[in-house]
C-alpha cells in the first residue's frame, strides 16, 4: 500500500521569519485602518543583535504598559504559545 503523504521540513529559522512575515502584515493592516496610534517594536536579527523602534503616539504612558504587558507575556512564553 502506497502513501500520497508529503512531508516538508521547515528550518525553524525559517518558520521564526514566516511568523515575524505574518506578525508585522497582521500590525500593518491595523495600522492601516487607522486603528493604531502608538506602537514599540523589539527585534533580534539572525546574529542575536537587537533592535528597537517606536511611534510613542499621543500617550507614552500607555505605550509602557503595553510593553509592560507584552514584557510579562514574554516571561510567561512557552515553546508553541501564540
Do not use: W
Amino acid at each position: 500500500m502506497s502513501s500520497n503523504h508529503v512531508v516538508k521540513l521547515v528550518p525553524k529559522s525559517q518558520e521564526h521569519r514566516d511568523g515575524v512575515v505574518k506578525t508585522l502584515k497582521n500590525m500593518l493592516e491595523i495600522a492601516e485602518r487607522g486603528d493604531l496610534l502608538g506602537i514599540a517594536i523589539a527585534a533580534v536579527d539572525n546574529e542575536g543583535c537587537t533592535q528597537s523602534a517606536f511611534e510613542p503616539g499621543i500617550s507614552i504612558a500607555t505605550l509602557i504598559g503595553a510593553n509592560e504587558r507584552l514584557k510579562h507575556r514574554l516571561l510567561e512564553y512557552r515553546d508553541g504559545d501564540v
